[in-house]
């Protein structure tokens, strides 16, 4: 199984991108699907998460900027961000917790794709 992560670059503060991740391989489900990232010399958090029902949670941070969803038939998340701040800047890794034909449920990641916010 692989994620493929694409859509970041560099914006200025306002301004809006979009990520998207798509998983490929031996799927037999997929639960939850995510977000997270990491900036430079801090650990790495917890943006935005999508159940496979469609239920989302947000950190406070973004809440009210940046919308996740999912397309289930693509076995594709995005994260939809807009009103970029220079605290936005990270690299952005996707994960999911998916189970193969073979394996029970477990946790993927990204290769993770730069966001960088320009004040």
């Known amino acids: 199984v692989q994620l493929q992560a694409s859509g970041g670059g560099l914006v200025q503060a306002g301004g809006s991108l979009r990520l998207s991740c798509a998983a490929s391989?031996?799927?037999?489900?997929?639960?939850?699907m995510g977000w997270h990232r990491q900036a430079p010399g801090k650990q790495r958090e917890l943006v935005a998460t999508?159940?496979?029902?469609?239920?989302?949670n947000y950190a406070d941070s973004v809440k009210g900027r940046f919308t996740i969803s999912r397309d289930n038939a693509k076995n594709a998340v995005y994260l939809q961000m807009n009103s970029l701040k220079p605290e936005d800047t990270a690299v952005y890794y996707c994960?999911?917790?998916?189970?193969?034909?073979?394996?029970?449920?477990?946790?993927?990641w990204g290769q993770g794709t730069q966001v960088t916010v320009s004040s």
């Open positions: 994960a999911a917790i998916i189970a193969t034909m073979t394996s029970y449920e477990y946790d993927y």
């Open positions: 391989g031996s799927i037999f489900s997929i639960n939850a």
């Open positions: 999508v159940t496979s029902g469609g239920g989302t």
